[in-house]
């Protein structure tokens, strides 16, 4: 292990990464230790990234071998002061941003008082779903799925799903089952319009070598992760279904966010990478939005969770005013 100590207040926040040999994680610490609110763990699975790694403050560096999310797991178990921190994000290492932006991050989670969140994507990402890219009309938007490559989570949360990372180099399910325990439900995770990160590989082009090596499946593991907590029906589609406006107001209707995204991302096609894709994606999600069945039923090891529809927990959602 390398990490330079320091006599300072421990930081509220911590970033964890799985890192390679092309990690962008340098980028992000381009805050002084003392202006900003994380520390952050480099889990390396490269030996010789490992070797390469140049002590700072407030950065920690390991080698673990392993996938993402087992060797998460693997990092995670062995912080004896994790509970210290009130939300870890768990970005991949080919995530392009900054530490303001990181910072910027943490504070929008804490006023929603959200229990995982992500970035949204900046025009010019790699995107597996394309309802994460960055939606201008909004502040965050309510979802019922955060992403693997980004997720930030509340310590509670985290809690709840660390024992999940063991066992699964893809993480493939966390994405929708965490939206889903106790310690999150309905207005607790967001997509975060407010900000935007730049994911600047393809969809597991690292990761998918490392599963097959292995002898593994992505779906195989999310089969076994949805096993564990019942969800034995099809598909989840990432659906928002409710939202705050970047001008304060409240959405919180399945349909009108569908329309308020839809002409939002119209409205500026030219801005995105591929304006012919973006706009085919932008109808897709457009349609989804209309069609596609909500369940945000609650989620438990070794029950079904019910297959409850948003209307049995429907709440005002929350307009926290924003902190500078």
């Not at 590989?201 to 599963?211: D, E, T, V, Y």
Request: aromatic content about 10%; some cysteine.
């Amino acid at each position: 292990m390398q990490e330079v100590s320091l006599n300072l207040p421990p930081r509220p926040n911590l970033v964890v990464v799985r890192a390679g040999e092309r990690s962008l994680h340098p980028r992000w610490l381009n805050r002084s230790y003392e202006a900003r609110t994380f520390d952050l763990v480099v889990s390396y699975f490269s030996e010789a990234a490992y070797a390469r790694h140049k002590a700072e403050p407030g950065v920690r560096a390991v080698l673990i071998r392993g996938g993402k999310w087992d060797g998460l797991f693997n990092t995670l178990t062995t912080l004896p002061e994790l509970d210290r921190y009130d939300y870890v994000w768990l970005p991949d290492d080919d995530i392009a941003t900054d530490g303001e932006t990181i910072d910027r991050m943490f504070d929008l989670a804490r006023n929603y008082e959200l229990a995982v969140c992500q970035p949204a994507l900046t025009r010019d990402s790699y995107f597996s779903h394309f309802i994460f890219s960055q939606c201008r009309a909004f502040r965050l938007r309510y979802v019922n799925h955060v992403e693997i490559m980004v997720p930030c989570l509340n310590r509670a949360l985290l809690k709840r799903a660390l024992p999940y990372f063991e066992g699964t180099m893809s993480g493939f399910g966390l994405d929708y089952i965490w939206c889903r325990w106790p310690e999150s439900g309905p207005f607790r995770a967001a997509i975060l319009d407010d900000i935007a990160v730049h994911h600047t590989r393809p969809i597991g082009s690292q990761l998918k070598g490392a599963i097959n090596s292995a002898g593994s499946r992505a779906q195989d593991e999310e089969g076994v992760l949805r096993a564990r907590v019942g969800l034995n029906k099809g598909r989840v589609v990432p659906l928002a279904y409710a939202g705050i406006t970047i001008d304060g107001k409240s959405i919180d209707r399945q349909v009108a966010m569908g329309w308020t995204m839809f002409r939002s991302w119209l409205s500026d096609l030219g801005s995105f990478r591929d304006s012919r894709l973006a706009l085919k994606k932008t109808l897709q999600v457009l349609k989804r939005q209309h069609i596609k069945h909500l369940d945000l039923g609650l989620l438990e090891d070794g029950n079904h969770g019910g297959e409850a529809m948003l209307q049995c927990y429907r709440i005002a959602p929350p307009n926290s005013p924003m902190k500078n």
